[in-house]
Each structure stands twice: as C-alpha cells, then as structure tokens.
C-alpha cells in the first residue's frame, strides 16, 4: 500500500469539531482511503472510506481534496470516548489475493474534558 | 450481532513453548487476516484466508508460525518454540469479501514469552 503521512498526536476539547489530517501524495488512482481507529486495549475499529468523494456516515465525515494526494476525517462533535489512535490507510489489492490493511503509527487524538 | 472472538484474552509462555491463538471470525465473513501488533506500533500483517485457503503468508515472520482455518470459519495461529520477541498482540479481523470490504477486529490475544 501507498505511504500515508499523519500527525503523531492531536488534542481536541470535548464537545467541538475535530480535523484529523492525513497526507499521501503518492496514491494511486485505484487506492481507496480507509480510516480506523484503535481504543486502549481494543482491537482496531472501522470509520469510514472512500475513493474521491466526499463520504458521510454516522461515526464521522471524510472530505477527499480534489487531488487526492491528502484527505481529512472530521468529527463533529468530540466526546471522550473518541480518545483513540486513528490510522489512514490507502488500500489496495495485493496482488497476492488479499487486501491486507498496512497501518503505519496514526495520530493519538486526546480529548479534553 | 456477535463479533469477532479471540481467546485466550491473555497468554503466558516460557521460552521455547508452542502456543496456539484462537479466532472465531463473524458467522458468513468469507475472508479472515491475523495482524501481530507490537507495543507502540500499529498492526502489521501476517497472513490472509479466503475460505479455508491461505493465499497470502507473506507476512508471516519466520517458519515457527503456522495458521490454518481447516474448515472455512475458525482459525489458528501457530507459534512453535516461541521466541521473546514474538511477546505482541495478535490481532484477527474478517471481512465479508476480498474486496474494499471493512475489517472487523477482535480485541486480540496479549502474548508474553518470559
């Protein structure tokens, strides 16, 4: 998978909006964006993907720049439990018969109460 | 509905031990992939099945690890004279698919090699 770049923490009070950057200049045309987040002692969790459009789901929005080369989970309203690592990931098949996902170190996100 | 489960939560072993890692995948998901997660780091890949065919070992790290999902659904992960540094979290996820779809995640099995 292509090379995505991310902040390593981030901090956000509780209750206003949250901007998580991720770059990856390097993306294919065929690369979707994926984002996952990881709680403490959990296994990671799916938020959300997508492939040039902007996309909407109930955990978060994903804006797409109109190159592609970087995109930006949105979180609308932090609470505490979205105190997490979120990764994003460019993902694409293998070539070997899988769609693996490579996860690099991701943004640490503390929420401020 | 249920997750994706893993057992045992927690597993203590001497140098040297064998250890088997358990994964029920969700019920139907026709694609299953194991992930070892050292601390601090984020999840790297192991291996992936479609069904009960392993079609990509390629992550695996060295020979002492073996899975297998003999019947398409259950899987397990092998290690055989294990080693300190195999001391990770082993992370097992499915999917319905082999395509885009989203991976489901356990919460995965702490291993320490004392």
């Known amino acids: 998978d292509a090379k995505t770049t991310q902040p390593n923490s981030m901090e956000s009070n509780e209750e206003e909006p949250v901007h998580l950057p991720c770059n990856h200049s390097t993306i294919s045309g065929t690369d979707y964006i994926h984002w996952y987040r990881q709680l403490p002692s959990q296994g990671p969790e799916y938020v959300i993907h997508?492939?040039?459009s902007n996309v909407n789901n109930r955990m978060a929005s994903l804006a797409i720049a109109e190159d592609r080369k970087s995109s930006t989970l949105i979180l609308h309203r932090a609470t505490l439990r979205d105190a997490a690592v979120y990764y994003c990931i460019l993902r694409a098949y293998s070539g070997a018969g899988s769609y693996q996902l490579t996860f690099g170190k991701g943004t640490k996100l503390s929420v401020i109460p | 509905g249920a997750g994706v489960s893993q057992s045992p939560r927690y597993k203590v072993a001497k140098r040297g031990q064998d250890v088997a890692l358990r994964c029920d995948p969700i019920s139907g998901h026709v694609s299953l992939f194991w992930y070892q997660q050292a601390l601090g780091q984020g999840p790297e890949f192991l291996t992936y099945?479609?069904?009960?065919?392993?079609?990509?070992k390629s992550g695996l790290p060295s020979d002492r690890f073996f899975a297998e999902r003999p019947e398409g659904s259950v899987s397990t992960l092998k290690i055989q004279r294990t080693q300190q540094e195999d001391s990770a979290v082993y992370l097992c996820a499915s999917s319905l698919g082999q395509n885009n779809q989203p991976q489901h995640f356990g919460d995965g099995t702490r291993l320490s090699i004392l």
């Open positions: 997508g492939l040039t």
């Open positions: 099945f479609q069904n009960e065919a392993q079609l990509d």
